[in-house]
C-alpha cells in the first residue's frame, strides 16, 4: 500500500506561551460537559484544556491559547511533542501496517528496538528485552521473570513507591488514596520496607539501606525474595531521591543473596535525569530494567531489559501479549532514540537541571514555603511545607499548581502528602520557555505563599 496522498493540514507550530481566554477556556468548558456526560468520573485531569495540537514544549488548546508544557505527559514527551524524526517514521510505518502481532508474524522493528535497549541500558552483559504497551505491564513482567529465574516468591517494594495501577503494581504502590483504595484485595507475597527519603529521615545512603535490608533479613528471608523493585528517583510518590550509597547497597545486597535488582526507570529513563538511565548516576547495572514513558515519544510501548539468561528463564510463549511491541509504537522508539542521540538530550537535560535548581533553591530562601528542592536533569522537585517545619503543605501545593495553570504554565503535583510541585519538562525546552516558565512559577509560589 503506497503512503497517504491526502493533504492534511499543517499542525500549527507556535514558538511562544499565549492566553486568548481565561484558563480552562468557553471551548474547553463546552468539551469538559461532555467529557463528563461520556467518561468514568474515575479518569481524572490535572488541567480540563482540551488540546488540540502539540509541538516541541508547548500546547495549543480548543480556544487558541498557547501553554507551556512542565509535565510532558507525565514524562513522556522526553524529545518534544510530535518530534520530527518520531511523526515521520509513524507516518512511513502506519502506511506498511499497523499492526500483525509480533507473537503471530514478527517484524524487524520490535528486533531493532531491542537491539537498541541491549546497546543503551546500563551494563556490559549479555543483554535480551521483551517489549510491552504501559508500565505497569512492565513491572509485572519483570516480577514474573523474576520469580521463574529464581523459583521464589517474595517481592520487595519500598515506602512511597509507585509502580502502577494493575493488580500487582497496585499492591507494590504504596499510596492507598487514589490509586489502590477499595480495588483489593490485592496480589500475595509483596512486601514493603523503608526507602531512603533524606529530607524526612536525615539518613545516609548506607544507613538507609541497611534498615531496609535488616528488615528484609528479618521479616521475609533473604532466601525467600524473588525481586528487589526500585524506581532509581521515585516518582508519583514525591520525586524523592535516595540518599547516595543507598541504591548501590541494595543492589549489593541482591547480587550477594540471590535477589534479582529490578529497577523500575519508567519515569526515569531516557535522558530524563542527564543520564540515558539513572542507574548508572551511581554505577549500579540492575539485573532487569523496566521502561517506558520516554521511549517512544508519546506512543504507548514499554520493555523489560536484563540479564539474557534471566529473560530466557522463561520458556516459549510464557511471555507476550496482543500488542506488546505495536510497530507503530517500534517505530516511534526509534524515531526518540535517534532524536535523543542526535540532540544529546542527556546533556540537555543537565542543562536544565542547572537553570531550575538555583532558582528553586533562592525562592526556598526566600519564601521560606519550599522544604526541599531535589532532582537531577529535567526531572525537579519542590517540596512545600509549613514555614520552619517538616510539616507538608497539600493545599499551598494545590493552589500554586493552579495559579501557573491559570498562567499557562502546566505543572504536576505528586507526593505521599501531595506537597510536591515536580517539574517534567520536554528535554529539548528552549531556555527561553525554561525561563518564561519558572518567572511564572516563582510568581504563583511568591503570591500564594501570601494568601
Ligand atoms: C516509576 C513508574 N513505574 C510504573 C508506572 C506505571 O506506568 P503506566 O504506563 O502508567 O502503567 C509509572 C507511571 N507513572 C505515572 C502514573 C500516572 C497515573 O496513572 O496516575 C511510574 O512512574
Not at 239 to 257: S, V, Y
Not at 410 to 433: A, E, F, I
Amino acid at each position: 500500500m503506497t503512503a497517504s496522498t491526502t493533504a492534511e493540514p499543517q499542525a500549527p507550530a507556535p514558538r511562544q506561551r499565549r492566553l486568548r481566554t481565561e484558563i480552562p477556556g468557553p471551548v474547553s468548558r463546552e468539551l469538559q460537559q461532555r467529557r463528563v456526560d461520556a467518561v468514568a468520573a474515575g479518569v481524572s485531569s490535572v488541567l480540563p484544556v482540551y488540546v488540540t495540537s502539540a509541538s516541541g514544549g508547548l500546547l495549543t488548546d480548543a480556544d487558541g491559547n498557547v501553554l507551556i508544557d512542565f509535565g510532558s505527559g507525565i514524562a513522556v514527551t522526553n524529545v518534544g511533542h510530535s518530534a520530527p524524526a518520531v511523526v515521520d517514521r509513524v507516518r512511513k510505518q502506519a502506511c506498511w501496517f499497523t499492526h500483525t502481532c509480533f507473537m503471530v508474524t514478527p517484524y524487524e522493528g520490535y528486533v531493532e528496538v531491542c537491539e537498541a535497549l541491549a546497546e543503551l541500558t546500563p551494563g556490559d552483559h549479555a543483554k535480551k528485552s521483551v517489549l510491552f504497551n504501559s508500565g505497569a505491564e512492565a513491572v509485572e513482567n519483570a516480577v514474573k521473570i523474576a520469580r521463574v529465574a529464581t523459583g521464589r516468591q517474595a517481592v520487595v517494594v519500598f515506602d512511597h513507591a509507585y509502580h502502577g495501577r494493575t493488580n500487582l503494581t497496585m499492591g507494590m504502590t504504596a499510596k492507598s488514596v487514589p490509586y489502590k483504595h477499595g480495588f483489593g484485595p490485592f496480589a500475595p507475597e509483596v512486601y514493603r520496607v523503608p526507602g531512603s527519603y533524606p529530607f524526612r529521615d536525615g539518613l545516609s545512603g548506607p544507613e538507609a539501606a541497611a534498615l531496609a535490608i535488616d528488615r528484609i533479613e528479618k521479616q521475609i528471608g533473604g532466601d525467600q525474595v524473588a525481586a528487589v523493585v526500585l524506581e532509581p528517583i521515585q516518582g508519583e510518590g514525591g520525586f524523592i531521591e535516595p540518599a547516595r550509597g543507598f541504591l548501590p547497597a541494595i543492589a549489593a545486597w541482591c547480587r550477594d543473596n540471590g535477589v534479582v535488582f529490578v529497577a523500575d526507570e519508567v519515569q526515569t529513563g531516557f535522558c530524563r535525569t542527564g543520564s540515558w538511565f539513572a542507574s548508572s548516576d551511581e554505577d549500579v547495572v540492575p539485573d532487569l530494567i523496566a521502561t517506558a514513558k520516554g521511549i517512544a515519544g508519546g506512543l504507548p510501548l514499554s520493555a523489560v531489559t536484563g540479564r539474557a539468561e534471566l529473560l530466557d528463564a522463561v520458556g516459549p510463549g510464557g511471555l507476550g501479549g496482543t500488542y506488546g511491541g505495536n510497530p507503530i509504537a517500534c517505530a516511534a522508539a526509534l524515531g526518540s532514540i535517534e532524536t535523543m542521540k542526535t540532540e544529546d538530550l542527556a546533556s540537555s537535560a543537565k542543562r536544565i537541571e542547572g537553570v531550575v535548581l538555583p532558582r528553586l533553591r533562592a525562592l526556598a530562601s526566600e519564601t521560606g514555603v519550599i522544604g526541599d528542592v531535589r532532582g537531577r536533569g529535567a526531572m525537579l522537585a519542590a517540596e512545600f511545607v509549613k514555614p520552619g517545619t517538616t510539616e507538608p503543605d497539600a493545599d499551598l501545593t494545590k493552589r500554586v499548581a493552579a495559579a501557573c495553570h491559570r498562567a499557562g504554565v502546566v505543572v504536576l503535583t505528586c507526593g505521599t502528602y501531595g506537597n510536591v510541585v515536580r517539574l517534567l519538562p520536554p528535554l529539548s525546552l528552549s531556555n527561553d520557555l525554561l525561563d518564561e516558565g519558572l518567572s511564572v512559577l516563582e510568581h504563583a509560589v511568591r503570591t500564594e505563599a501570601r494568601a
